[in-house]
């Protein structure tokens, strides 16, 4: 779900404006300017009330889960109703509602919310015609609020879209650096496997022929070129030797996995990646490969689900040559968890390895890959 609280003015503001527009009312209510119907301690309890349901939806919808989420959005909408109607003289209090459809923008449905401002829209004609005015005037500051509503609408409408584009923006970066970290990769290997074949095919036949030469030359050869050609023929073998490990070290050599994960954090938009990787750890192509999708796929999943800023990423040496990916973030997750898509694609190639995985999700996201040596 997405977050409402973009940032923390954001967050902020809502509720410091209701307050605001509820404690001139307050004040009134206890000098007795102010006449509400009803007690007055019950007008000052349906004020708390409808802050803390707006407090709940703007902060805590991501843990109360959607459906909480919208009860308590309900609850506003009537708390906030009320409170306009049993105070209609208190000036500004429908302010309250225009609000609250804002919330609502976050919560709900473009059809939700509409129902919403109709609603709202109603409780300000009332409240206009209970102070006695013409129903020109209701029609008119019912319009007026009407059109704040709609406004502050399509404005939360916006930056929903804006904060989509963005998310999709970060998932598409991190995306896009992952599969240019594997082709760059596949590059390096491909590249190192050819000038192993050039080594073998061509300076590798070059010098067994030479040695074989020499081989010959020393049982013509007489002194003192005998002795010079046995020493060129230890040398060509020698160099042979060299050769043929130098080929060897070229197909063995491992990929750089720390240089692979730090190419697919490079310049991500969020959320801030702080990455570990040991000098103990050693992967071949497969493993990096996997490797670099598990983190891919821990990117996305923080980025779309989890709302958090910051990831940690761990790869360690597991003491038997296999690998161990650790990911946590400062996120909202809690509860058991339910993989989606991405973390069964995750699993499936982490088992193909013959590893497992596990996932758990207890004041942030956690993931745990392990995979064995080849």
Not at 82 to 95: E, H, K, N, Q
Not at 156 to 178: G, I, N, Q, S, Y
Request: aromatic share 4%.
């Amino acid at each position: 779900m997405r977050r409402v609280e973009a940032t923390v003015w954001e967050g902020l503001v809502g509720p410091v404006v209701c307050l605001a527009v509820g404690t001139p009312v307050l004040i009134g209510l206890a000098r007795g300017a102010v006449s509400v119907t009803g007690p007055s301690w019950l007008w000052a309890l349906l004020l708390l009330g409808f802050l803390t349901a707006m407090v709940l939806c703007t902060w805590r919808a991501e843990h109360l889960g959607p459906r909480v989420a919208r009860r308590i959005l309900i609850a506003q909408v009537a708390l906030g109703s009320t409170l306009v109607l049993t105070a209609p003289d208190a000036g500004w209090t429908p302010i309250l509602l225009v609000f609250t459809s804002a919330v609502a923008g976050y919560l709900v449905s473009l059809r939700g919310v509409a129902a919403i401002i109709a609603a709202h829209t109603v409780v300000v004609t009332l409240a206009v015609v209970l102070t006695g005015s013409s129903p020109a005037e209701a029609a008119m500051v019912a319009l007026l609020y009407l059109l704040l509503q709609v406004g502050a609408v399509l404005g939360v409408t916006a930056h929903r879209r804006e904060l989509e584009a963005h998310e999709r923006l970060a998932v598409a970066h991190a995306e896009l650096r992952a599969t240019g970290a594997l082709l760059e990769e596949a590059g390096r290997t491909d590249e190192r496997l050819r000038i192993a074949r050039e080594l073998h095919d061509l300076l590798g036949h070059q010098l067994t022929v030479l040695t074989l030469e020499l081989e010959v030359a020393s049982h013509h050869a007489s002194p003192p070129a005998e002795e010079h050609v046995r020493r060129a023929r230890a040398t060509a073998r020698e160099l042979l030797g060299d050769v043929r490990a130098t080929v060897g070290e070229l197909r063995r050599r491992a990929p750089d996995l720390r240089h692979a994960l730090e190419a697919v954090a490079a310049k991500l938009p969020e959320p801030a990646v702080h990455l570990r990787v040991d000098d103990a750890v050693r992967t071949d192509e497969a493993r990096t490969a996997v490797l670099i999708r598990c983190f891919q796929e821990v990117v996305t999943n923080t980025i779309r689900h989890s709302g958090a800023s910051r990831l940690w990423v761990d790869v360690t040496d597991d003491g038997h040559g296999g690998v161990v990916f650790t990911a946590r973030d400062d996120g909202r997750a809690h509860g058991p968890v339910v993989p989606g898509h991405g973390l069964r694609g995750l699993t499936e190639r982490v088992e193909e390895l013959g590893g497992r995985t596990r996932f758990t999700a207890d004041r942030g996201f956690r993931v745990v890959a392990e995979v064995p040596a080849p």
